[in-house]
């Protein structure tokens, strides 16, 4: 079982990165992709998921309304579009599976966002 994310990266404030998470090693149509990012002192804040039917939630009104989680099942991907990104939004962003039936939940290794001048 794996979830590689990619697409982290520096970027000034106002800028955007599309994060994308690539799974493999199980249904991946059967669990809930979340995305769970962790700032330096902070605990893990789940910031967006998306149910194995296409519903999307996000957790926050910080990030509601600049951040859009989307799937594509035939490549087995979830990506996490976040746009006028804030020093706020600084985090590792961690790929989050959850197949609830099972009781499985898988994590991938993060991807280091970073929004500064």
């Known amino acids: 079982v794996q979830l590689v994310e990619s697409g982290g990266g520096v970027v000034r404030p106002g800028g955007s990165l599309r994060l994308s998470c690539v799974a493999s090693?199980?249904?991946?149509?059967?669990?809930?992709i979340s995305w769970v990012r962790r700032a330096p002192g902070k605990g893990p804040e789940r910031v967006s998921r998306?149910?194995?039917?296409?519903?999307?939630?996000y957790s926050t009104n910080f990030v509601r309304g600049r951040f859009t989680i989307s799937g594509e099942t035939a490549k087995n991907t979830v990506s996490l579009l976040m746009n006028n990104l804030k020093p706020e939004d600084t985090a590792v962003y961690y790929c989050?599976?959850?197949?609830?039936?099972?009781?499985?939940?898988?994590w991938g290794q993060g991807t280091q966002v970073t929004v500064s001048t």
């Open positions: 998306l149910s194995p039917s296409g519903g999307a939630t």
């Open positions: 090693g199980f249904d991946f149509k059967s669990a809930t």
């Open positions: 989050y599976a959850e197949r609830i039936i099972v009781r499985q939940t898988y």
